[in-house]
């Protein structure tokens, strides 16, 4: 990566565009991988974009295949294989909108889906995987309604997580998950409320449903995004909602706080330490299920210390629902 930066950089000085140099050092690259197999990647991205510079995401996304942080090496233990569980894994970094980036909103449900699949004993059949354009709103609609409903039996377990922006209704107050093409503007029209996701959970006949939100909903930045000229919003996320009996929500922060990233480790600071907790925290039964209370403790506190420590920001998760253990 040093290499392509300097070639970025040198072209800039002799008065050469920076992104066709780039472009030229991606295809120079590109030449020499067959000799390198840890170059295999970058040859991939560069063809897969069609000889064009790949974008922000595609090179994160690159970066990826090498661990970045402790939680993006697997831990060596799984659980036994469960074909009863779902799950739908969404990552949204950038949308269609000229909204702020979700920073490693996709590198945190890759590495989510890859701890199902490979350490909680889903089957990855079982496992879909939403990242950027193809989280579309048409998208959750399909997914989290015929899909899920066609699959899910009484003894089914759910796992739904999404990393990306929420947005509240400035109107009514209402949260909404953002899809690739939603629009904060109209929001009601292009975005997927919470109510909605709840209750189209409660219809499935589900054992447990486990729901992950590294998200936030006041608009007050972060993890939220806001309708222009609209004033973030003070939600009680506790209240907003009754949940069905079999629904248990982690949410990354309070209804006025923002979902930090964490930089260092290339994820959000929610996802970080959920996958911490999986991985170090003993939460995970040997039916691949997680303890949502044992994993709640264990990050609530790391959080918190993080978020004010590094951020000087108050993030508080949230444990909604009956299930604590």
């Known amino acids: 990566m040093a290499y392509l930066w300097k070639k970025s950089y040198l072209g800039s ?19 020499i991988v067959d000799q390198d197999d840890s170059l295999l990647v970058l040859k991939q991205i560069f063809l897969a974009s069609g000889g064009k510079l790949p974008d922000v995401s595609s090179v994160r996304t690159m970066a990826s295949k090498q661990p970045v942080s402790d ?6 233990v799984k659980s036994k294989p469960n074909k009863n569980a779902y799950a739908l894994i969404i990552g949204i970094e950038q949308y269609r909108q000229k909204l702020p980036a979700a920073d490693f909103a996709t590198h945190d449900a890759q590495v989510v889906a890859e701890y199902l699949v490979k350490v909680m004993g889903y089957s990855a059949e079982n496992v879909v995987v939403l990242l950027n354009d193809k989280a579309s709103k048409s998208d959750f609609d399909k997914y989290l309604g015929r899909w899920l409903s066609n699959n899910v039996e009484k003894d089914s377990s759910v796992f739904i997580y999404y990393s990306g922006h929420g947005a509240p209704n400035p109107n009514t107050g209402d949260a909404y998950l953002v899809p690739y093409d939603g629009d904060p503007s109209y929001i009601d029209d292009t975005g997927y409320s919470l109510q909605r996701l709840y209750e189209q959970l409660g219809r499935l006949p589900a054992r447990e449903i486990v729901v992950a939100l590294d998200s936030c909903f006041s608009g007050a930045g972060g993890r939220s995004v806001l309708a222009k000229g609209a004033r973030p919003l003070v939600m009680n996320l506790q209240s907003a909602f009754v949940l069905p009996r079999n629904v248990t929500v982690l949410a990354a922060a309070s209804g006025h706080q923002i979902s930090s990233t964490y930089e260092e480790k290339s994820h959000g600071l ?4 959920m996958l911490k907790g999986i991985k170090d925290g003993d939460v995970v039964r040997q039916n691949g299920s997680i303890a949502v209370g044992d994993l709640f403790a264990f990050m609530k506190p ?4 993080i978020a004010r420590k590094q951020y000087n920001n108050e993030q508080t998760p949230q444990l909604i629902g009956a299930k604590k253990n």
Not at 13 to 31: C, V
Not at 71 to 76: S, T
Not at 270 to 273: E, K, R, S, V
């Open 13 to 31: 000085a002799s008065g050469i565009d920076p992104k066709q140099t780039l472009a030229h050092a991606f295809q120079d690259l590109a030449n």
């Open 71 to 76: 939680v993006d090496e697997l831990p060596a």
């Open 270 to 273: 929610f996802t970080y330490f």
């Open 302 to 305: 790391q959080i918190e210390r």
